[in-house]
Nanobody, 115 residues
Framework: QVQLVESGGGLVQPGGSLRLSCAAS????????MGWYRQAPGKQRELVAT???????NYVDSVKGRFTISRDSAKNTVDLQMNTLKPEDTAVYYC?????????WGQGTQVTVSS
């Protein structure tokens, strides 16, 4: 069974940093554009950052300049470095293909930004 497993979330103070990691269970994800998504309480899931097979990254305006997405095809991982975190970044973060496929949604990793 192909899986995507997110890790690296936690509680951090405003202005702090976290690095999320998404591990794929197979190398098949090398052929997909990938994305990081998040869902805050009471809100719809939103796309935060994307990265193409070739490594071209794009970001939603609210995280530009603060978040960096990267991928390591040899390790089958997609990471999200989050700096200068704000309370409004609090959410459950998920990785998936871009566009997402329902079968790949995992448990996500909780990020809480609070003092």
């Amino acid at each position: 069974q192909v899986q995507l497993v997110e890790s690296g979330g936690g509680l951090v103070q405003p202005g702090g940093s976290l690095r999320l990691s998404c591990a794929a269970s197979t190398s098949s994800f090398r052929i997909y554009n990938m994305g990081w998504y998040r869902q805050a309480p009471g809100k719809q899931r939103e796309l935060v950052a994307t990265i193409t097979i070739g490594g071209v990254a794009n970001y939603v305006d609210s995280v530009k300049g603060r978040f960096t997405i990267s991928r390591d095809s040899a390790k089958n991982t997609v990471d999200l470095q989050m700096n200068t975190l704000k309370p409004e970044d609090t959410a459950v973060y998920y990785c998936n293909t871009n566009p997402p496929e329902s079968r790949y949604w995992g448990q996500g990793t909780q990020v809480t930004v609070s003092s």
